[in-house]
């Protein structure tokens, strides 16, 4: 038996951002580090927004089913950070199934960690691999509130 990580659990309500107005992938992406400013700092998040979209340069973390998981592991961070954002129009992120991407999972680790940035990936798949349609069921969350609860439930539809 696999022992699935609840996503509920290492995800903060103030990381997730609710109906991006963002219009481009790099923007999205930059905006998603920034909302950790408070805990990391305005020149941390810089350079970690660089080293995520270098990392999204080398190949898209796109999954398919307007799904992305962008991530990075990085001696800037400290500890292992997620970060939600939905966004109804949808963005251009060169996904796997040629779809714009509607919900983003970041991923943020220290880079003397692999077991954690794997296992919290391998959650998001796994949620994602069990509902394709995730995606819209999450962008009807008109707060961080509400989108925490469709995360609760879907994870208890699906946790072995």
Do not use: W
């Not at 220290?110 to 077991?115: H, L």
């Not at 994602?128 to 609760?152: D, H, R």
């Amino acid at each position: 038996m696999y022992n699935i990580i609840r996503l509920s659990e290492q995800l903060s309500e103030k990381h997730i951002i609710i109906h991006s107005t963002c219009t481009s992938a790099e923007s999205i992406l930059c905006e998603m580090v920034q909302s950790l400013s408070d805990e990391l700092g305005p020149e941390v998040c810089e350079d970690i927004s660089n080293a995520v979209l270098a990392r999204e340069k080398v190949r898209s973390t796109g999954i398919g089913h307007s799904v992305a998981v962008p991530h990075t592991r990085t001696a800037l961070a400290k500890q292992l950070y997620c970060v939600v954002a939905t966004s109804e129009k949808g963005i251009e992120f060169k996904a796997l199934d040629g779809k714009p991407v509607s919900l983003f999972f970041l991923i943020i680790s220290p880079d003397f960690t692999v077991g954690p940035h794997l296992t919290i990936v391998s959650a998001i798949c796994h949620l994602v691999g069990k509902n394709a349609t995730i995606s819209t069921e999450f962008n009807q969350a008109q707060t961080p509130a509400e989108f925490m609860e469709l995360l609760k439930a879907e994870e208890e539809k699906y946790m072995i």
